[in-house]
């Protein structure tokens, strides 16, 4: 199964676009992360949602301590929770530059290695300079519960 | 100075280039040690006045190897959640009241920091502090300043509280109750003071009530009952130990290994990973260390300076100066620089004074001491105060912000504060100091 036929077409976070539009595209294209394409035209960053949540909303001391919350606290009032702000802002101070790209012959199995390799959910096909679109492990297990792995 | 030799000269400029290395930080601190043995060993080796198995009889083992052993038991214990778990009841005991969850979290820290590296104690309760300060909507910043003020003065009350402890007791052939006799009464005088101040200190900011802690519960903090009793009872074990090792005749690194064994057999523990959790790092910036002083001791230069140091120690009128001077200058650079290197420089010093006859036991109190409490004057004088500025970055809350000046406006005070108490204690008992 080449990852060719089961990658998801989206479209890429650029300079000043906002975080409100790059999340609806991943929300809309079911993807935890899109690429960024810089003022160049290059591939050189990638947004994700995972890592806009652990920046923006939960600090390191309530993931370590996780364990110890009760049930009532809701009314935590943590002041960087705060949609309206987060989405207006600009989506350039959230970019991480490190990309895994994949050709899009890559066979699926090399694929889950890859993202296992790198603890991630999903990676990015490419050709050449020509993005393609995201893989994930869920678009992998999609295609072969609807038997998509049988194209060639 | 007719009697400095070249050999002394060339291993004081390698001694100087080492330190000035770590110190600026431009390299790594273990590979700035590691490059002065190196080449203290070849240097010393082609000048003829040291040699490669000088340099490994100058690595102090029990030192080392204790320091080992207690990293991979507080490995063991940490994934336990025995911290979380008394970090949970202490909130719960304070009832909100942030004055009393201070005190209370403070002498948590210090306690444990008595037994345990204060660094790892720090660690783990930092961002459970800004956790707990969190829900209960108050400033995260005068407890995480408290708890790693607190923990250095506290790990300097026992042989094994703190690093630059264990090399004075394994060089001074000092017990563990010995040191906690010597030690325990002016650290639990300046450990109070230190509280007292820092009430007064942070009136502000402790002024206003938390909200209710139960936010916080502890259902879930032990996450393997089983280990935590284990790994307790071997930590038992090593305590006793600490507490009869020179009647057994045994060093304080063969009781904590006693008591490691005893974890790795009960708990089985996966030991790639317990390896891994073990700062090499932190071993062998000791042991380069260690390996750099034995080349300045071998060339004589030590001795010489010894010597000169005799003369004043010598009188004992003067002997409580002595040590009043070294508790102050230890600890005033020990506030600026690391204070693993000075106490390793000081040691073959103050062992070099005996033999002229100086009673060097006033001298081991007054350097522990000083190294002990120094580090609390400014935010770069130990690791724990790298851990509390750090954890308040990480907050988030801007008001949790510590600068290093901010750390300096409370550190310095809260520093000579320590250190006039101490003296105190020191010039009031000095009789008592004039033991081991």
Request: charged share 20%; proline share 6%; hydrophobic share 40%.
């Given at each position: 199964m080449k990852i060719k036929h089961i990658s998801i077409p989206t479209k890429v976070a650029r300079p000043g676009m906002l975080v409100g539009e790059v999340m609806t595209e991943c929300v809309e294209k079911d993807v935890p992360g899109i690429p960024f394409v810089d003022a160049e035209g290059n591939l050189s960053g990638r947004f994700s949602v995972r890592h806009l949540f652990l920046l923006c909303c939960i600090p390191q001391d309530i993931i370590q301590g996780a364990h110890l919350l009760?049930?009532?606290?809701?009314?935590?009032?943590?002041?960087?929770?705060r949609a309206d702000e987060l989405m207006a802002r600009k989506v350039d101070e959230f970019i991480f530059p490190d990309v895994i790209r994949l050709s899009p012959n890559f066979q699926a199995i090399k694929a889950l290695a890859i993202m296992e390799q790198y603890n991630t959910e999903y990676l990015f096909v490419t050709e050449g300079d020509d993005y393609q679109g995201v893989v994930t492990r869920l678009s992998i297990a999609k295609a072969i519960v609807t038997k998509v792995c049988c194209v060639e | 100075m007719e009697n400095v030799t070249q050999e002394m000269w060339t291993s004081a400029a390698i001694l100087v280039v080492a330190y000035a290395l770590i110190f600026s930080e431009v390299l790594h601190r273990t590979a700035a040690a590691i490059f002065g043995a190196v080449v203290m060993i070849g240097v010393g080796m082609y000048m003829g006045f040291y040699s490669q198995r000088a340099a490994m009889l100058a690595v102090d083992g029990n030192t080392i190897l204790l320091l080992a052993a207690m990293m991979m038991l507080v490995a063991l214990l940490r994934p336990t959640g025995a911290f979380d778990f008394a970090a949970v009841h202490i909130t719960h005991w304070a009832k909100g009241n942030p004055k009393l969850l201070l005190i209370y979290l403070s002498l948590a820290v210090s306690l444990i920091s008595m037994i345990l590296d204060n660094v790892t104690t720090v660690i783990v309760f930092a961002p459970l502090t800004v956790l707990i300060c969190r829900l209960l909507k108050i400033n995260p910043m005068p407890y995480l300043m408290a708890e790693a003020m607190l923990s250095n003065i506290g790990g300097?009350?026992?042989?094994?509280?703190d690093p630059p402890n264990l090399m004075i007791g394994s060089a001074g052939d000092i017990s563990f109750n010995s040191f906690l006799i010597h030690m325990g009464f002016p650290v639990m005088v300046v450990w109070v003071g230190t509280v007292g101040l820092m009430l007064f200190l942070f009136r502000d900011q402790l002024a206003e009530g938390g909200k209710d802690?139960?936010?916080?519960?502890?259902?879930?903090?032990?996450?393997d009952v089983e280990g935590l009793k284990r790994i307790l009872f071997s930590l038992g074990v090593v305590v006793v130990l600490f507490f009869i090792h020179h009647t057994l005749h045994v060093l304080p690194a063969y009781a904590s290994f006693i008591g490691l064994t005893l974890a790795l057999l009960l708990i089985r523990p996966d030991m790639e990973k317990l390896f891994g959790d073990v700062n090499w790092s932190v071993l062998f910036f000791f042991a380069g260390l260690f390996m750099i002083v034995g080349g300045v001791e071998a060339s004589g230069l030590l001795d010489l300076l010894g010597h000169q140091l005799a003369k004043l120690a010598q009188d004992p009128g003067m002997l409580l100066l002595t040590g009043l001077l070294l508790m102050w200058v230890a600890a005033i650079l020990s506030a600026v620089v690391d204070n693993i290197p000075f106490t390793v420089t000081m040691i073959p010093i103050i062992l070099g004074l005996e033999s002229s006859g100086v009673n060097i036991a006033p001298l081991w109190w007054a350097l522990a001491l000083g190294v002990g409490l120094g580090g609390?004057?400014?935010?770069?004088?130990a690791t724990a105060n790298i851990i509390a500025v750090s954890e308040s970055e990480k907050s988030g809350m801007p008001e949790a912000k510590i600068t290093p000046i901010l750390w300096m406006r409370t550190g310095l005070p809260v520093m000579f504060f320590g250190l006039i108490l101490a003296s105190a204690v020191y010039w009031l008992f000095f009789e008592m100091f004039t033991t081991i």
């Open positions: 009760g049930d009532d606290i809701e009314d935590l009032d943590f002041p960087h929770i | 300097a009350a026992t042989l094994v509280g802690p139960r936010t916080l519960v502890a259902t879930h903090a032990i996450k609390n004057g400014t935010h770069i004088g």
